[in-house]
């Protein structure tokens, strides 16, 4: 290795084989789908439509009363996950006799997959089952929680953060790490308050990290339909029906692929509206450590 | 005050730091307990104390381990390995790959540098039910299909793992990369000697966020092995809920086996990983 | 070294057997469900097979919840890779309509099936695919529950007991329950304890599925949707329909006799367990339940006082790729599947399904191996798929269909007023199927 050797040829290694996988495996085929928004298929014909399935769903009122519940649902998720995950990631971190044994738990649910999460809590959920007879020890009558138009987005918004916040956890773990022990030896010198630490120290020094798992779970929540396919199918009401959940019925049970890459295109659209704003206002100068 | 108050109030306070951690993981817990205890019931028991709910229903009786040896009948063995082999390699080639662009793109100015990390951090904004079908041309395009590397490969250049390891290196100053290309060290000894090292608790979280991905990989294993003979987890988990009936214990006995092997994984590296917050001072 | 060689030579056995198995075989790849179909499925083709040596089938069985999806998919992608379709009766107009499937080769002789069967595999008036076998629904009840109640169950086929054809058509024909006799009896089985329900009295298999369902509105006068199949408005929100879906508002809300949202399987799970009183579900739940021990008999499915009897029917069809390059050898096969006397025997040997091969049905009736319970089951699906076997719509738009259907039946039990369910399925249906219709 020599000095000598310049840094494009460096740069151009050291991207090719992440930049060959993206184009061929994940831009071409965007590509691709973004054109089937474009295309109607008619007795087995693929016609071009130009815009005609966009203005579309200008009129169609299924799709503007999914982009209102698709929009509370993460408006409502991503700050519970990601608030809930830094807690969780503060307490991991502790140092206590025992406390090893509680972290080996609080992985769980990284490990149960998402239909096996669903399958379980469906049945906790249900009329009889396992959560009203805890609740009904205290007294509470039994809830509808996943047949209620009033509450089965927020049973669902539960049970996602139930899988997901381990999972975040282990991300901002790593960016605790990442943080000089002296800084805190110093606050502690200072007779700063613990919870001074967190809000002045811990969270401005975990902005990268933070800016990570809220651009990352907010891509994942925003076209997280899985859960709701298999637990509501939308219902009840429309009340869980999210745009992805509505692109996928129209793809795939309906054989509608222009109306669901058209809805698909505009889902992609919002959220890069969104992570554009998050970058904004959260990037801002780089922390020397 | 005392030694013994201190005592005292130290032991009041660890005892209310219990209550508070076995409480969160209760609910974190609970399901996969239930699932525990459901995969050591006879399949037509697994739901005598559930509707309605009694606290028999956390108890296995009657207790049996069939569900696992049926489970292990069925050639599960196998479908563990496959899966461990596809999501271990994918996690090695992708730390490679996508750390190797994560530090290109944070050490280096260069031409259109921000619309093509643009372009990676999009590329995994597109759910993949939407690009399946292309995917699927493309994989049959090279001849692909039922080969592993339809597993492996198209999984290897992660945009979120590029992201992640490019916000880890813009953090690092700039000055050791500096200094060190002054002593006339070389870029990929730079690398290799100082960011790696640096990096251990980013590629953790990287090798999780990959290996992750191809653990719950259930869609595209499907497509992509047409004739079946190479099944992976998720694939082989969805048998067991068939057109007619489920069979419920075998069901719960995988996920035992498969939410398990993920924590296993995880816990020898969580020792090294909270090791360098010893003394962090983050102890509330 | 040793290794190697023996890599090498394995290598070149493999590549040579390769060769050969290239120079004479076809092979035939077909998409199937995995499970019993597959098991069954395996079955015919090794007997396919043995008297065609030339031909392989491979199966690519797919998981049920999954087998749409990747079907859609492949099929979509005119993927030479498949040969022959499994095909889900209601699916067969939206695949037939988008160029999926070759029409059935005209040499083959369909005579021997049964003709609502075999219509159900048209499309525009062209056979797109053959039926493989049937499906029957009964009402299952628990013979110890309705005694402890101190109730007259249904009359029935029980174990221990035979019957004759005859006999299961006297039965079909004049014994059969209502609706209204099975809420009756549903609210005195049904135990509540302290504001939990122990034991249910009664609850379909299919939580609000068209394909269960389907006879309750028809049954009333009124078919689900216009014969256009692409109109829903005074039909789902008719007057029969009202009156359907209030009965089935009122099993949930006003009588709390059936439980709310289950899923696939476990209903049958329930009533194994002996906590449901009566089960209206498939004959394929026979073995299951006669495995679980519980003491049961079979009675015809019910229907509305005053209203027609009609049953739940259709399943599974086979079909040919369009894009495949083996049509000849595929539309063999799909002969021998359906309208063999050896492949329908294996196949009903293996999946025992209602078969639609009249000479297998003849056989169910006359044989002396059916007379006795569970088999003569049979016999009663032999009844209603000659009788009272009303199939689902033939439309494009079927998928649009069952999702507004499943939709508002699902919203009904779960208290959403039935003519606010109704109004708006109608709404969907229209909306989506407008985009779709020719």
């Known amino acids: 290795m020599t000095r000598s050797r310049s840094p494009a040829l460096l740069i151009a290694i050291l991207l090719a084989p992440a930049l060959v996988g993206l184009v061929v495996f994940r831009l071409y085929p965007i590509e691709l789908a973004i054109s089937d928004s474009f295309h109607n298929v008619l007795r087995g014909q693929q016609l071009f439509v130009g815009l005609d399935n966009y203005l579309a769903l200008l009129t169609d009122s299924a799709f503007w009363n999914s982009l209102q519940v698709t929009l509370w649902f993460n408006l409502l998720i991503n700050p519970i996950q990601i608030a809930l995950a830094l807690g969780l990631a503060l307490l991991y971190v502790q140092q206590f006799k025992g406390v090893t044994f509680y972290r080996v738990l609080f992985l769980i649910p990284i490990g149960v997959s998402l239909p096996t999460a669903v399958i379980i809590w469906r049945i906790m959920l249900s009329q009889d089952g396992l959560v009203n007879g805890v609740i009904g020890m205290a007294g509470v009558p039994a809830q509808p929680w996943l047949t209620a138009e009033s509450l089965a987005l927020y049973s669902i918004i539960a049970i996602a953060t139930w899988k997901g916040i381990s999972y975040w956890m282990i991300f901002i773990i790593g960016g605790l790490q990442n943080i000089s022990p002296e800084i805190y030896d110093a606050a502690r010198i200072d007779g700063v308050k613990p919870w001074q630490r967190l809000v002045f120290i811990t969270i401005p020094l975990l902005r990268p990290t933070l800016l990570f798992v809220l651009v990352a779970d907010v891509s994942i929540n925003f076209l997280l339909f899985a859960p709701i396919f298999m637990l509501t199918q939308g219902g009840p009401a429309d009340s869980t029906n999210v745009l992805m959940y509505e692109a996928y019925k129209s793809g795939f049970v309906f054989g509608d692929m222009g109306r669901a890459m058209a809805i698909v295109v505009v889902v992609v659209a919002i959220l890069l509206v969104i992570v554009g704003l998050q970058f904004k206002l959260l990037s801002g100068p780089k922390e020397a450590r | 005050m005392t030694d013994t108050a201190r005592k005292l109030r130290n032991g009041v306070g660890l005892g209310a730091r219990h209550l508070v951690y076995a409480a969160i993981a209760f609910v974190f817990v609970l399901p996969l307990w239930w699932a525990i205890v459901s995969s050591l019931r006879p399949n037509g028991e697994v739901f005598a104390d559930i509707f309605p709910f009694t606290a028999k229903a956390l108890l296995p009786t009657p207790f049996t381990l069939e569900a696992y040896a049926g489970v292990f009948e069925r050639g599960f063995g196998m479908i563990i390995a496959n899966t461990m082999l596809v999501a271990l390699v994918t996690m090695v080639a992708g730390l490679v790959v996508n750390g190797a662009a994560g530090f290109a793109f944070a050490m280096f100015d260069f031409k259109g540098k921000r619309i093509i990390l643009s372009l990676i951090i999009i590329s995994f904004m597109l759910p993949f039910e939407a690009i399946a079908l292309p995917l699927y041309t493309v994989t049959q395009q090279l001849g692909w299909l039922d080969n592993i590397a339809a597993l492996i490969v198209p999984s290897v250049a992660n945009g979120l793992a590029v992201f992640l390891f490019y916000q880890f290196f813009s953090q690092v100053p700039k000055d050791y990369a500096e200094a060190a290309r002054l002593d006339g060290v070389s870029w990929i000894n730079i690398l290799l000697r100082i960011y790696v090292p640096l990096s251990m608790p980013t590629c953790i979280s990287a090798a999780l966020l990959l290996f992750i991905f191809q653990w719950e990989a259930f869609l595209w294993p499907l497509l992509a092995m047409p004739s079946q003979q190479f099944k992976v987890i998720q694939v082989g988990m969805a048998a067991f809920q068939q057109q007619y009936q489920t069979i419920w214990n075998q069901l719960f006995a995988v996920s035992v086996i498969t939410a398990l092997i993920p924590i296993a994984l995880l816990l020898p590296l969580q020792r090294y990983y909270v090791q360098g917050l010893a003394g962090a001072g983050i102890k509330g | ?438």
């Open chain 3, 1 to 438: 070294m040793k290794t190697t060689k023996i890599a090498i030579i394995a290598g070149l056995v493999a590549s040579m057997l390769a060769g050969t198995a290239l120079a004479q075989d076809k092979t035939l790849n077909m998409i199937v469900i995995e499970g019993g179909d597959t098991t069954a499925m395996q079955a015919v083709a090794d007997a396919y097979t043995a008297a065609n040596p030339g031909v392989t089938i491979n199966l690519q069985p797919y998981p049920f919840a999954q087998f749409f999806q990747v079907a859609e998919l492949r099929l979509r992608s005119a993927d030479a890779g498949i040969d022959l379709v499994y095909v889900d009766a209601p699916l067969l107009a939206s695949y037939a309509s988008r160029g999926f499937l070759s029409p059935i080769d005209a040499s083959i002789d369909t005579s021997t099936l049964v003709p609502s069967a075999l219509d159900a595999g048209k499309y525009d008036g062209t056979q797109f695919a053959l039926p493989i076998n049937n499906s029957a629904q009964v009402l299952y009840y628990n013979k110890a529950l309705f005694e402890a109640a101190g109730i007259t169950p249904p009359d029935g086929l029980t174990a221990g007991a035979t019957a004759t054809q005859a006999e299961v058509d006297d039965l079909a024909a004049t014994k059969r329950w209502t609706w209204e006799q099975v809420a009756d009896a549903a609210q005195k089985l049904t135990v509540k304890d302290g504001g939990r329900t122990t034991t249910y009295g009664f609850t379909v298999e299919q939580f609000g599925e068209l394909y269960q369902l389907q006879p309750f509105g028809e049954s009333l006068g009124t078919d689900v949707v216009a014969p256009d199949g692409y109109t829903a408005s005074g039909y789902l929100d008719s007057e029969a329909w009202t009156k359907a879906a209030t009965y089935w508002s009122d099993l949930y809300n006003a009588w709390g006799v059936s439980p709310k949202s289950l899923g696939y399987g476990e209903a049958a799970q329930l009533f194994g367990n002996g906590q449901l009183a009566m089960l209206a579900g498939g004959t394929w739940n026979l073995p299951g339940l006669i495995a679980s021990g519980v003491d049961f008999g079979v009675a015809p499915y019910p229907y509305f006082e005053g209203g027609k009897v009609l049953t739940p029917t259709g399943s599974w069809y086979v079909g040919v790729n369009a894009a495949s390059a083996n049509q000849a050898e595929a539309f063999d096969f799909a002969s021998f599947l359906t309208t063999s006397a050896e492949g329908t025997k294996v196949w009903f040997d293996s999946l025992q399904q209602l078969p639609t091969y009249q000479p297998l049905l003849e056989e169910i009736s006359t044989a002396a191996s059916y007379d006795a319970f569970p088999n003569d089951v049979f016999r009663l699906g032999v009844y209603d798929s000659l009788n009272t076997a009303k199939a689902r719509p033939v439309t494009a738009a079927y998928g649009q269909l069952q999702d507004a259907f499943r939709t508002a039946f699902v919203d009904i039990a779960n208290g959403v007023a039935v003519s606010d369910a109704l109004a708006s399925a109608v709404q969907k249906f229209e909306a989506a199927a407008a985009r779709v219709a020719p």
